[in-house]
């Protein structure tokens, strides 16, 4: 399951904005995109309720995505800033508000989900690649599943707990390893 390095590190969404020139720069920016992933997987105050993903341009980092503490954006900046090949870092990384009833939502959804059989080897993981991001109610699931099956599992299992929305923007392995084929 390509060790799910993509996975999620953490949900990062492996982007690298690569041009065609035959230089040695899309290599470079790939890797920084890789390194960046590698350093926001082994924070280890990122969990399954918080998404980043990120892109990188030239050794420019955008980090994008919602973080459920404001020290965690702070934190995921100063770690990506230190990778090596990083020019700057364009930090757009949102908090989430404070709510006892997301809380509440997040870990109902959480427990539904990773108690379910079907997800118990993504559980085991060291970092679970289903990220649910709840914003006033509204839930959106994020990460890497292994199949269609699982997305769509994920989704009827996070929709009994009262969201006011669920949205699925998770991806299987298939399409991310397309998505890292295709160059852009």
């Given at each position: 399951m390509l060790k799910r390095l993509m996975v999620t590190v953490a949900a990062l969404t492996l982007t690298a904005n690569v041009a065609l020139a035959g230089s040695i720069e899309p290599r470079k920016d790939f890797q920084v995109l890789?390194?960046?992933?590698?350093s926001v997987d082994r924070?280890?105050?990122f969990t399954i309720f918080d998404d980043v993903s990120a892109s990188v341009k030239d050794g420019v980092v955008t980090l994008t995505g919602?973080?459920?503490?404001?020290?965690?954006?702070s934190d995921i900046e100063k770690r990506v800033a230190k990778?090596?090949?990083v020019v700057a870092v364009r930090d757009q990384i949102t908090v989430l508000p404070?709510?006892?009833f997301d809380d509440e939502l997040r870990y109902r959804i959480a427990r539904s989900i990773y108690?379910?059989?079907n997800f118990w080897n993504y559980a085991i993981m060291a970092t679970p690649p289903i990220h649910i991001?709840?914003?006033n109610g509204r839930v959106t699931l994020t990460g890497v599943v292994g199949s269609e099956v699982d997305r769509m599992l994920a989704r009827s299992l996070a929709t009994q707990f009262g969201a006011l929305s669920v949205s699925n923007a998770l991806k299987t392995d298939a399409e991310m390893r397309e998505a890292l084929e295709k160059p852009e």
């Open positions: 890789k390194d960046v992933a590698t924070y280890t105050q919602k973080v459920t503490m404001p020290y965690k954006r990778v090596n090949g404070v709510s006892p108690g379910h059989s991001v709840v914003e």
